[in-house]
């Protein structure tokens, strides 16, 4: 959850995690990593790929297949290639990204969900000081939402989006 988070470097090393699933009814930060990263800390996940995975976060929000919440993150060369469902800030890679950098990753599948739903980042946003980034990544994923949604990102408060792309049905 967002009072325990990821802190550190986690490293695939080009490893890939496949079917991973999670089914929950009503439970926030959901992923992989639940909830990634701290202000003033060092944090970062790199080269790793999830195949097939199923995130079903039911009502609950903040729900991605690699990480639910990211704040003040690095995430560099990953992917997801299968289903996510949620309520709000949902996407198929990160659900909530905030102050943090997400470069070179793609997404495929089918993303669903209610407010700010994107096929890769649910919400992007950025944090006074804290620049929020995403570069040279893509989606492909389909998406299915109510409001905010997005091929690539739902929501996008500030932050900045270069050399990137969605070829995904909204």
Do not use: M
């Not at 102050?99 to 946003?125: A, K, P, R």
């Not at 990137?164 to 909204?170: A, D, K, L, R």
């Amino acid at each position: 959850n967002s009072d325990n988070p990821f802190t550190g470097v986690f490293d695939g090393n080009g490893h890939t995690i496949s079917n991973f699933t999670y089914t929950s009814t009503d439970t926030d930060y959901i992923g992989l990593f639940g909830s990634v990263g701290e202000w003033g800390e060092n944090t970062e996940i790199r080269n790793l790929g999830l195949i097939d995975p199923n995130v079903d976060a039911g009502t609950g929000n903040y729900s991605g297949a690699l990480v639910g919440y990211v704040r003040n993150g690095t995430i560099s060369n990953c992917y997801a290639t299968g289903d996510v469902s949620g309520n709000d800030y949902v996407g198929g890679l990160v659900g909530y990204h905030r102050g943090s950098t997400t470069s070179y990753c793609y997404s495929s599948g089918s993303i669903s969900g209610n407010l700010y739903v994107g096929g890769l980042v649910g919400y992007h946003y950025q944090v006074g000081s804290y620049k929020s980034t995403i570069s040279y990544c893509y989606s492909e994923a389909g998406v299915l939402g109510n409001e905010r949604v997005g091929g690539l990102v739902g929501y996008n408060l500030g932050g900045t989006i270069t050399c990137c792309y969605s070829t995904g049905s909204v």
